[in-house]
Nanobody, 122 residues
């Protein structure tokens, strides 16, 4: 089992920045690829970013490429999502997930956090 807890969400004006954190406990964190997804009201959960177990490879949705950066610190069992140049359309609940494989689909992730709300005002 892996337990994930997101933090760092909040209310920010358009153009601002936030850094989300996802702290993991339980099984070996460094064995898992980590992903970030988001879900806006009335919409399906969508892929945002993924990072391999080593942190050497990242992948981003086109909608956030160049604005968001994912990183991880395996010594701290934590993965981060730095979000810059935020837009109102980035408003959603953001979730982190852990996967033994690698992917951009939510079904590929075995464990999930409870989510953190990000609201971007115009």
């Amino acid at each position: 089992q892996v337990q994930l807890v997101e933090s760092g969400g909040g209310l920010v004006q358009a153009g601002g920045s936030l850094r989300l954190s996802c702290a993991a406990s339980g099984r070996t964190f460094s064995s898992y690829a980590m992903g970030w997804f988001r879900q806006a009201p009335g919409k399906e959960r969508e892929f945002v970013a993924a990072i391999t177990w080593s942190g050497s490879t990242t992948f981003y949705a086109d909608s956030v490429k160049g604005r968001f950066t994912s990183s991880r610190d395996n010594a701290k069992n934590t993965v981060y999502l730095q979000m810059n140049s935020l837009k109102p359309e980035d408003t959603a609940v953001y979730y982190c997930g852990a996967a033994t494989g690698w992917g951009t689909h939510s079904y590929e992730y075995e464990y999930w956090g409870q989510g953190t709300q990000v609201t971007v005002s115009s």
